[in-house]
């Protein structure tokens, strides 16, 4: 009876439940092997996105067409996690702009900074291309007045 497996190598050393597929790599050992990792476009604006809502101080991501068309959205119980979010992806950068309304009264640059750091870190942990630039555009300020007053004309539309 011959104990080879396909390799041709006899089996006789190794007991069958001490084989390991072919492509695992024992702890410590690199898997030996070639291929290429594409992510695309939206996978990368949908992380940053993400981490720039995470961010303390920011009401709302993009400028007033999204938001009109985000509003649909979230009537529907549909949320676009990337708007606002505009990515270029390279070979292994990345560079990023974020359109937000922030809330008031928060530190304006404080939260452009903490966007870029949290969108920096979130890239760069989770998808593992370098950040070039994160560019952040505060087109509008949220006050609380300004939902007080949408109320009644939401209801005014029932």
Do not use: F
């Amino acid at each position: 009876m011959d104990l080879s497996d396909t390799n041709g190598t006899s089996s006789a050393t190794t007991p069958p439940g001490n084989r390991l597929p072919v492509g695992t790599a024992l702890a410590g050992e690199p898997l030996t092997g070639t291929g290429r990792t594409v992510i695309n476009d939206g996978v990368v604006a949908k992380v940053a996105g993400i981490a720039a809502r995470e961010v303390s101080g920011v009401h709302a991501l993009g400028g007033g067409a999204a938001r009109a068309l985000g509003a649909i959205r979230e009537a529907m119980n549909n949320t676009d996690v990337s708007q606002g979010i505009s990515v270029e992806v390279g070979e292994t950068q990345v560079a990023v702009d974020v359109t937000i309304v922030a809330e008031y009264p928060v530190q304006l640059q404080q939260v452009a900074d903490d966007i870029r750091s949290s969108v920096i870190r979130a890239i760069e942990d989770l998808v593992g291309l370098e950040v070039t630039e994160v560019n952040v555009t505060i087109v509008d300020i949220h006050l609380p007045s300004d939902e007080a007053e949408a109320e009644p004309n939401k209801a005014a539309l029932r």
